[in-house]
Nanobody
């Protein structure tokens, strides 16, 4: 089993920054990709950013240039640096881990609220 624990969410004013962290623990022999998704109020869950074990990144168009994903493979931790936050970034952010087998695991989510 794999456990993912997110932290770093909160309330921030428009234009502000937050850094999310996600630590993976449990049976982790190898990791295909780790990343972040979000679910905005009334919307379906959507991709925010992912990073492969080799370091390749993929971002949603809406966050390109503002968000940066990074990972520490030694710590099995992935980060999401979020700058220039907008009210439309308000969402529950979920960490995701995908094994080479295709098994996918999710964290419990962390709330990010962007409001003045």
């Amino acid at each position: 089993q794999v456990q993912l624990v997110e932290s770093g969410g909160g309330l921030v004013q428009p234009g502000g920054s937050l850094r999310l962290s996600c630590a993976a623990s449990g049976t982790i022999a190898s990791i295909n990709a780790m990343g972040w998704y979000r679910q905005r109020p009334g919307k379906e869950r959507e991709l925010v950013a992912t990073m492969s074990s080799g370091g390749s990144t993929n971002y949603a168009d809406s966050v390109k240039g503002r968000f940066t994903i990074s990972r520490d493979n030694a710590k099995n931790t992935v980060y999401l640096q979020m700058n220039s936050l907008k009210p439309e970034d308000t969402a529950v952010y979920y960490c995701n881990l995908v094994r080479p087998s295709g098994s996918s695991y999710w964290g419990q989510g962390t709330q990010v609220t962007v409001s003045s």
